[in-house]
């Protein structure tokens, strides 16, 4: 079992930032790749940015690419997302997720584990 706890959502204007982040308890930390993903009101749950078990691969989504940056820190246990120049199609609830292994996956399904999600708002 891994047990994941998001923190740092918030309301925020649009341009502004806001950093997330996921710690984690339970099993070996860095045996997991780690995904953030997202879901917005009646919308499906979507990928956002993975990184692989050692940090030396991120991905991301279209959508965020050049705004939003993953890391982890194996020794703390902790994943991080900072998120700059927000818009409000940004709007939604923030999940980490972690999938056992190196490789990538963007289907939420792949996933075993999920923290309880935080929310982040983007409005003027």
């Known amino acids: 079992q891994v047990q994941l706890v998001e923190s740092g959502?918030?309301?925020?204007?649009?341009?502004?930032?806001?950093?997330?982040?996921?710690?984690?308890?339970?099993?070996?930390?860095?045996?997991?790749?780690?995904?953030?993903f997202r879901q917005a009101?009646?919308?499906?749950?979507?990928?956002?940015?993975?990184?692989r078990t050692s940090g030396g691969i991120t991905l991301y989504?279209?959508?965020?690419?050049?705004?939003?940056t993953i890391s982890r820190d194996n020794a703390k246990n902790t994943v991080s997302l900072q998120m700059n120049n927000l818009k409000p199609e940004d709007t939604g609830v923030y999940y980490c997720a972690a999938r056992q292994?190196?490789?990538?996956?963007?289907?939420?399904?792949?996933?075993?584990?999920?923290?309880?999600?935080?929310?982040?708002?983007?409005?003027?």
Request: aromatic letters at 14%.
């Open 61 to 68: 989504a279209d959508s965020v690419k050049g705004r939003f």
């Open 9 to 36: 959502g918030g309301l925020v204007r649009p341009g502004g930032s806001l950093r997330l982040s996921c710690a984690a308890s339970g099993r070996t930390f860095s045996n997991y790749s780690m995904s953030w």
């Open 101 to 124: 292994g190196p490789t990538w996956s963007r289907s939420s399904s792949s996933y075993a584990y999920w923290g309880q999600g935080t929310q982040v708002t983007v409005s003027s």
């Open 41 to 51: 009101p009646g919308k499906e749950r979507e990928f956002v940015a993975y990184i």
